[in-house]
């Protein structure tokens, strides 16, 4: 087992600035600072949060609507920067933050799939060689001309899920994505998501499923209200969760 | 620290050409879908000002311009060209603001892929002018392969510009309702429909300051007179491209990092 670390989360505290993000005109903004309202409204989505992620673990972050779970995985993925602290990733990372984050609505299955391939850093003879794979795992054969605006939700995260998985990158980021598409199509993702593991991809992961963490992850980190109460083996980590909320 | 400060800007663009490739060319495509004639509007679109502009001004406000329809349609390509750009890049970062609460990118992508497909909208229309330049028997010699070079450098100002305007709207949308009386003042002050001569001295003086009058003066200095321009010319387009770029990624850069907070 490799033992070096490949995320590394130091004291990181993200603050928002609630009364801020609602100034958009000069106006609004002269107006606030003139009555000294411009710095209220202090929130913070993670307070002073350190963890570190070894190269091929699974690690879920739980914790209720609203804690700071997905803040830390923008963060980490390099979407957002964090107000304190730092974190240090050595490697690719695949999103599936949104599934079909990328796509525009008015191009057709084929089309976001060059699109979406580039968003993520890969160019066309790469997504060619992989578009057969991609048309075959998302099932979409018969839609492949079709513009993506008339595709059913799930159609689209099956199209989201293949693209973002085609490509073997060091960690897997995934959020909530599993609670889209059915029965069947949950499986096929996650004998994929279990078939990278094996491959070495540490996972990093975000579900209000118990029974799915449980499945993946042998490590879990509690978030509540932004601040980190637990991490370690996921038995003891919802143990200790589900104390709270029982 | 995050991908964005490991790799320097050279690096990204490498990494992300791709991405610039696929977004000018989703830009082309939704542009003309639907519509019949397709590109073919990029080049009918100035000729057809042209005849309407050239009219006006030839019956309406006289200038004393030889070949005036190519002395039009020069600077109306190269001013349409700034002035599409840099809008649409204004709005670029906004408009993909779902895309980049999601996933990494390196945001000037957007501003820079804009201005790019504008320029290739440009491209087309420089056919217009080429059969203007055969339908009213301009001579053309040797000097008219320079045409690359007044482009280039106004490819550049716009991409500043672009790059500015888009970072700052993220912050204030109020710059969205404002550029667009500024760029009709901007439009008056470049001399794109009447020659700098018919203004008395002091305004020519100030609109000598103007980097658009520059680059529309060296583009027809060779399309249509078939000259070189002179020195000061070329220093005044060089050095206002540049410094309008290198303002526009240092601007660009500083003010990124809260974007997501904003968009």
């Known amino acids: 087992m490799n033992t070096e670390n490949i995320i590394e989360v130091k004291n990181v505290t993200m603050r928002f600035n609630l009364a801020e993000e609602k100034t958009d005109t000069i106006k609004e903004y002269i107006l606030k600072l003139l009555r000294g309202k411009l710095h209220f409204n202090e929130f913070f989505a993670l307070k002073d949060v350190s963890f570190n992620v070894k190269r091929g673990e699974a690690v879920a972050l739980i914790g209720v609507n609203g804690s700071g779970k997905s803040t830390m995985l923008k963060i980490i993925a390099g979407v957002m920067y964090p107000t304190k602290g730092s974190v240090n990733v050595k490697g690719s990372i695949a999103p599936l933050i949104e599934l079909g984050a990328g796509f525009d609505m008015d191009l057709t299955a084929r089309e976001n799939i060059y699109l979406n391939g580039a968003v993520l850093g890969y160019d066309r003879d790469f997504m060619n060689q992989h578009f057969d794979e991609i048309m075959e795992f998302s099932e979409l054969w018969d839609f492949v001309d079709v513009p993506v605006k008339n595709f059913s939700s799930g159609m689209i995260a099956r199209l989201g899920f293949a693209i973002a998985t085609i490509v073997k990158a060091d960690i897997l980021v995934v959020d909530e994505i599993l609670a889209v598409g059915d029965f069947r199509f949950q499986q096929k993702c996650k004998e994929r998501m279990a078939k990278l593991m094996s491959n070495g991809t540490t996972l990093l992961f975000v579900s209000h499923s118990a029974e799915q963490v449980k499945e993946l992850c042998e490590k879990s980190a509690w978030i509540d209200h932004g601040e980190l109460k637990a991490f370690g083996k996921t038995e003891e980590v919802y143990r200790m969760y589900e104390e709270k909320y029982n | ?263």
């Open chain 2, 1 to 263: 620290m995050n991908t964005e400060n490991r790799s320097s800007f050279i690096q990204q663009l490498k990494k992300y050409k791709p991405l610039m490739n696929e977004l000018v060319a989703r830009d082309l495509k939704v542009k003309y879908r639907r519509s019949f004639l397709g590109y073919v509007w990029s080049l009918l679109n100035p000729l057809m000002m042209m005849t309407v502009m050239s009219y006006v001004f030839s019956y309406m406000f006289r200038f004393d311009v030889p070949n005036y329809p190519l002395y039009l349609i020069c600077g109306q390509t190269l001013w349409t060209f700034f002035n599409e750009s840099t809008n649409m890049a204004m709005y670029s970062v906004v408009a993909n603001g779902s895309l980049i609460r999601k996933v990494y990118i390196p945001k000037f992508i957007f501003p820079m892929s804009r201005v790019l497909s504008s320029f290739v909208t440009m491209g087309f229309s420089l056919v217009a002018i080429l059969i203007v330049m055969i339908f009213t028997g301009v001579k053309i010699n040797l000097s008219i392969l320079l045409f690359p070079i007044p482009l280039f450098f106004l490819l550049l100002f716009c991409m500043g510009i672009g790059l500015i305007l888009s970072a700052l709207s993220v912050y204030f949308r109020d710059i969205m309702h404002l550029y667009g009386v500024l760029t009709m003042a901007w439009m008056y002050a470049t001399p794109v429909f009447y020659p700098i001569e018919a203004l008395p001295a002091n305004v020519a003086m100030v609109i000598s300051f103007n980097p658009m009058y520059h680059y529309i003066t060296f583009f027809r200095e060779i399309v249509l007179y078939g000259t070189v321009p002179g020195a000061w010319t070329w220093i005044w387009c060089a050095v206002s491209s540049i410094v309008a770029f290198m303002a526009g990624l240092t601007v660009f850069r500083k003010l990124q990092r809260n974007f997501i907070l904003h968009v």
